[in-house]
Nanobody
Framework: QVPLVESGGGLVQAGDSLRLSCTSSGRTVSMGWFRRPPGKEREFVAAISTNDDGFTYYTSAVKGRFTISRDDAKNTVYLQMNSLKLEDTAIYYC??????????????????WGQGTQVTVSS
């Protein structure tokens, strides 16, 4: 198993910012984040290639507010979340894949999932 260690969740007010971190010890081709809002299916949030191209992908709901980045020296991927909204409340899962198989927004494309970290946005 490739451990994914997440951190950074919490309770914030609408409009606030929060940064999630995810550290991995395994080989990757891309990492990203999914989330599961209360009572809903899990959904793609963002992904970043861990190769030199560093391509990033976002779901439209977070584009312009969230930024995914990586620190290769620390094997860590970050999700900077700004201007948080009530609808961003969810359990956020870090994901990792070791091969290019499937689309970046499909959960089945990822080999490993973190334990999840709760993000709650209040009014």
């Amino acid at each position: 198993q490739v451990p994914l260690v997440e951190s950074g969740g919490g309770l914030v007010q609408a409009g606030d910012s929060l940064r999630l971190s995810c550290t991995s010890s395994g080989r990757t081709v891309s990492m990203g984040w999914f989330r599961r809002p209360p009572g809903k299916e899990r959904e793609f949030v963002a992904a970043i290639s861990t190769n030199d191209d560093g391509f990033t992908y976002y779901t439209s709901a977070v584009k312009g507010r969230f930024t995914i980045s990586r620190d290769d020296a620390k094997n860590t991927v970050y999700l900077q979340m700004n201007s948080l909204k009530l609808e961003d409340t969810a359990i956020y899962y870090c994901v990792l894949r070791t091969k290019y198989s499937g689309e970046y927004f499909q959960p089945q494309s990822y080999d490993y999932w973190g334990q999840g970290t709760q993000v709650t946005v209040s009014s």
